[in-house]
């Protein structure tokens, strides 16, 4: 059997959904485990997975991942591997399912996947957000602050 330090591995895996923030406002942020299969987890600890056009949709009572992207695993077979964008459930206490199905039958309220890691226990968790579309005018906002940012920055390393 195969040793490895899972502190080191949680510190690696961190996939980022760089274009929700973007596109949404955050009201509200959760952590969801989710369910995976032998594959899937092997292929995330490689860092293989894509949250770029994921979202979070209800299906009855349970909470699931539509659109994520995990690549398929190397050394899996054909027979073993996964589907690489089915649905995957997402585990959050019944409390927090209420809330987020509650919260999304509001006008113009998503969830969205921001964050992909690997916790120290070696278990694979999702960060997800209740989220609120931006308009046109805030996206050019928020890339004008971003420049004046990077532009401070720079100011400050080039002193």
Do not use: W
Not at 99 to 110: D, I
């Amino acid at each position: 059997m195969r040793s490895f330090n899972k502190t080191l591995m949680a510190n690696q895996i961190k996939i980022k959904n760089k274009k929700a923030s973007f596109e949404y406002f955050f009201v509200e942020e959760y952590t969801a485990g989710i369910q995976l299969t032998g594959t899937e987890i092997k292929s995330i600890r490689e860092g293989k997975a894509n949250l770029t056009d994921a979202y979070c949709s209800f299906n009855g009572t349970e909470l699931f991942v539509k659109n994520l992207h995990i690549a398929e695993y190397t050394f899996g077979g054909a027979h073993y591997n996964h589907e690489p964008k089915r649905e995957r459930k997402l585990l959050l206490n019944k409390r927090e399912l209420k809330k987020l199905f509650s919260k999304t039958k509001e006008k113009g309220l998503t969830i969205v996947p921001t964050l992909l890691f690997v916790n120290d226990k070696g278990l694979a968790k999702l960060d997800i957000a209740m989220a609120k579309g931006k308009k046109l005018y805030d996206k050019r906002e928020t890339i004008k602050t971003k420049d004046t940012k990077r532009d401070m920055d720079r100011s400050k390393s080039g002193d």
